[in-house]
């Protein structure tokens, strides 16, 4: 990365401060009477003139661009991280620092007397045995129509881990990280009576559609009494 282009102006009077002044040979005669150059009207006129003159070319453009990189850090470090991905027609978030790994589908293994709508079984990631669910199940989403074809190409996985539990959840399509302005954050409608509602705890607004933004603890504490 460059370094930004220093600027330098001429002084606008003789800096005799450094040259007869405190820091020259301090021959100047208003010394016995000033004590400091800092006390001289010469000084005091020197330092108002610099401060006064004119602005170096490119000044106001190089602080215009300094500002604006400033504001764009500062609404960077403000947005919410988010992975996007969807369940049946249900478009949804989890926060990014609770994934671990998005990976292809894999066999589950379902466990007697155990297995039901909400707990799927048990998955094989990586040679270790991870929790499954259906958030489908939890979250109550009801499947209007047949999968095509690509919705079962764009399944994955997503192991998630949050409150020293982790999961993994089948969904059927992912769209990555993204990341949400304060401006983009909104209410869940008193009105929305779904079941996923009472899970979701905001609704962010992302490619003309609302998407629901998972309350991790509700989600967690959910799933963690279907072990009980």
């Known amino acids: 990365m460059s370094a930004a282009p220093i600027h330098t102006v001429s002084l606008p009077v003789v800096d005799c401060w450094n040259n007869i002044g405190v820091k020259g040979d301090k021959s100047c005669p208003k010394l016995a009477a000033v004590v400091h150059c800092h006390n001289c009207e010469v000084f005091s006129d020197a330092a108002q003139a610099f401060l006064d ?11 215009t661009r300094l500002l604006a990189n400033s504001e764009a850090a500062l609404q960077t470090a403000n947005s919410l991280s988010v992975v996007v991905f969807e369940v049946e027609d249900q478009t949804l978030a989890i926060d990014t620092s609770a994934v671990v790994e998005v990976t292809q589908p894999r066999e589950i293994h379902r466990l007697a007397h155990r297995t039901g709508r ?36 764009d399944a994955r996985m997503l192991l998630v881990e949050y409150a020293e539990q982790r999961w993994v959840f089948g969904i059927d399509k992912v769209h990555g990280v993204r990341r949400f302005a304060p401006t983009e954050v909104f209410s869940v409608p008193s009105t929305t009576l779904h079941d996923a509602a009472s899970y979701v705890k905001s609704v962010l607004r992302w490619e003309e559609r609302g998407v629901g933004y998972l309350d991790l603890d509700k989600t967690f504490g959910a799933l963690g009494v279907t072990l009980r």
């Open 53 to 63: 003159r004119p602005a170096p070319a490119g000044y106001v453009t190089e602080v």
């Open 118 to 153: 909400v707990f799927s079984g048990i998955v094989n990631i990586h040679g270790q045995l991870e929790l499954c669910a259906s958030l489908q199940g939890l979250l109550q989403i009801v499947s209007n129509s047949p999968k095509a074809e690509s919705r079962f190409q």
